[in-house]
């Protein structure tokens, strides 16, 4: 089976202990069950959103989204981080060592990227006051950004092929998976012993994944457009959940999502938030 392939490629990877896979693979029909639950949410989600907006009443909602930094972050942050390198970099490390001392380190390096990425984004923002003008260009630029990933989330996701609809983990044994594996292999080639390594390397290697990651520049986009405070307490609390998911049960998380489901889903989210920001600047 494909997912009992990639946990023994898990294996390989840990030195002296044994990886145990958290639970076994669940028969697709599950799967497939809870991606049609997903998308009927989804749609029921944006037929919510255009019936507010047409129905004359969008500007005090809009208002409000736009500048709901926390429901932003948190939300694109969630979505963003499901399957990606640093997710699996840390239900890697959970395997080998004790679980609260990776996600200590890794939300400590979270933390203070979600933080330098905030910092950037207000740079951004301030850009206008510094060359006397009154153009939001720290607010153009976010909805840039916020639109670029998410058609290109969404293109991407349209061009994986139909047998994508499985599970996470086999889907995404050449790209996040194989790079997590390979960092995790180069980076930990002996076992750590001290709870201070395994804090040092949980934040080297989630810090070094994350710099220049979508999920860092989409928090520099909203840090520009919206409350700093709001933008970095979402942020956080959106890797918080990710990394935890992670950590307690990322194997048996990822058998049940579709890769292609959350691509478009992310896309579609950064697609709504470039919206709101546009419709709250004008």
């Known amino acids: 089976m494909l997912v009992l392939g990639v946990m023994e490629k898990m294996k390989q990877i840990a030195v002296e202990n044994v990886w145990i896979p958290l639970l076994p693979e669940t028969p697709t029909n599950w799967s497939r069950y809870l991606q049609s639950i997903g998308a009927v949410l989804l749609l029921c989600a944006l037929a919510a959103s255009f019936f507010v907006l047409f129905k004359g009443q969008s500007s005090a909602v809009v208002a409000m989204l736009a500048k709901s930094g926390f429901t932003a972050a948190f939300t694109l942050i969630l979505v963003s981080e499901i399957g990606d390198k640093t997710f699996f970099i840390a239900a890697l490390l959970a395997m080998q060592y004790q679980r609260a001392l990776v996600l200590l380190g890794s939300m400590a390096a979270l933390s203070l990227m979600t933080i330098v990425s905030v910092i950037i984004g207000r740079i951004f923002q301030s850009v206008p006051a510094q060359f006397q003008t009154t153009l939001p260009i720290g607010e153009y630029a976010a909805i840039a950004l916020l639109a670029f990933f998410g058609f290109k989330s969404i293109k991407d996701a349209l061009a994986l092929p139909d047998n994508a609809n499985g599970n996470l983990q086999g889907n995404s044994e050449s790209g996040e998976l194989a790079e997590a594996e390979e960092l995790v292999k180069e980076k930990v080639s002996k076992k750590l012993t001290s709870p201070l390594d395994v804090l040092w390397k949980s934040f080297s290697l989630v810090f070094f994944a994350e710099w220049g990651d979508r999920s860092m520049l989409a928090t520099i ?42 691509g478009l889903l992310g896309g579609v989210l950064f697609l709504l938030f470039a919206a709101a920001t546009l419709f709250g600047v004008f």
């Open 221 to 262: 986009a909203l840090g520009a457009a919206q409350s700093p405070l709001g933008v970095t307490s979402g942020a956080i609390a959106g890797h918080l959940i990710a990394t935890a998911l992670a950590i307690l049960g990322g194997a048996f998380l990822a058998n049940y999502l579709s890769e292609k489901l959350v």
